[in-house]
């Protein structure tokens, strides 16, 4: 490994608006056991399924209906 390396002619991370930021998040456990069993279904780790979902509702601009009784 050197001891120096010349980074100016370096370019920004094109993908860097992309990446993923951790946050701590309450989840009910029967809706994190919903996504655990879907990721052994289709082999994608559970979080990646959560974050997918979310990402679609915002794709899709999905409106909350909550209604309560």
Do not use: H
Request: charged content about 25%; proline content about 3%.
């Amino acid at each position: 490994m050197r001891e120096e390396y010349d980074f100016s002619g370096a370019e920004r991370n094109p993908y860097a608006k992309k990446l993923k930021k951790q946050i701590t998040i309450n989840i009910d456990s029967g809706t994190i056991e919903f996504f655990k069993e879907q990721a052994s279904a289709t082999g994608i780790p559970y979080q990646t399924l959560i974050n997918l979902y979310l990402a679609d509702c915002v794709k899709q601009n999905r409106k909350l209906n909550i209604s309560w009784t």
